[in-house]
């Protein structure tokens, strides 16, 4: 996502990720009840110009963002297949100056201590200041209510570059995974690695920072070397998997990529991380999908399908911009606990909407 050129203590925490505590406030009803069923089948894109796509998934509604540079805006639904028909609300809007004025990008969402969570990416204009941010609401549906803005995740001991942040829970403990380089600012370096840190509160970084993966193969290097976009996924054996994407976003060979967390082991030590040698979700020119990569993970309305959303550029060349497009499709599981996502569908051919819809 770099140089987009895009306007890109031990207490059981009330988390919700894929499955949502009961004890928080129920959910207001799908915004689409009494419509008539739709077709049985949809069709990629989903949307066009929506670069670092996300979804959060709160029993069976969903919230989406993807960048947007100046602001943020949720799109809620109860079909996935139908998001080009959701009118966007916005909730943040960036303001006129400071370190979050500019390059707003990567806006993920979370149900965090029965409170919803933003954190994004910004700064002010200048690449060596790229910060992570967060945003609060308290309110029981996040396009509701009022966001608050919580200010910068400052990563320790030093304030490093950083974009592209997600959170998990391990056990009793809350963590943030991120991208970044290492260096404060002023060095033409522009490795990017993929960084974790324990985190006090939903708005706090406790430290260290730790690094846990760097790119090491020639196909995380492409343009230069970049891991970035992390993301969580659980198996269906509970193990935790962090996909990211390799080399530089503006190449056609930007593709996704696997390290596993070994079970039992501590997140915060390098060794407990194992990559994967080879990318596990490329382009295919044939399906017009070049540069795949930024993506996040939802299941079903019924539960019983796993899906990931991306974006590819429908065109060679197209590079990080405006051309990035989201795209959905189902995939399946290898018998060893990894995703089998298998190749880019084409853009137009009819897809079967997800399970329940």
Known sequence: MTFKTLYKPVLIWCLAFLFIDASCKKEAKSP??????????????????????????????YYYLH???????????????????????TVFNAPASGGNSRDIWAPELFFLNCKWYIYYTGSDGQDRNHRMWVL????????????????QLKTHPEDLWSIDATVFQQDTTLFMVWSG?????????????????????????????????????????????????????KNPAGQTLLVFSGSYCGDDRYS?????????????????????????????????AFGVGHNGFFKSRDGKEDWIIYHANSASGQGCGGSRNVRMQKFTWTADGLPSFGEPVSTGQAIAVPSGE
């Open 32 to 61: 689409e009840p009494g419509k008539q069923q739709q077709a049985a089948t949809f069709s990629n894109p989903l949307l066009n110009a929506a670069p670092d796509p996300w979804v959060f998934q709160k029993d069976t509604t």
């Open 67 to 89: 960048t947007l540079g100046n602001r943020i805006q949720i799109w809620k639904t109860g079909k996935m297949s139908r998001l080009k028909d959701v009118t966007p609300v």
């Open 136 to 151: 609060e609401n308290a309110n029981a549906d996040p396009t509701q209510g009022t966001w608050t803005d919580k200010g």
């Open 181 to 233: 380089r290492p260096f404060a600012g002023g060095s033409t370096d522009l490795t990017q690695n993929l960084y974790i840190s324990r985190m006090a509160n939903p708005f706090t970084l406790a430290g260290p920072t730790v690094k846990i993966a760097d790119p090491q193969y020639d196909w995380e290097k492409r343009g230069f070397p970049v891991n970035e976009g992390p993301e969580i996924l």
């Open 256 to 288: 996704l990529g696997i390290a596993r967390l070994q079970e039992g082991s501590d997140p915060l030590k390098p060794a407990s991380w194992t990559k994967i040698a080879n990318p596990v979700f490329t382009g295919l020119a044939s399906a017009n």
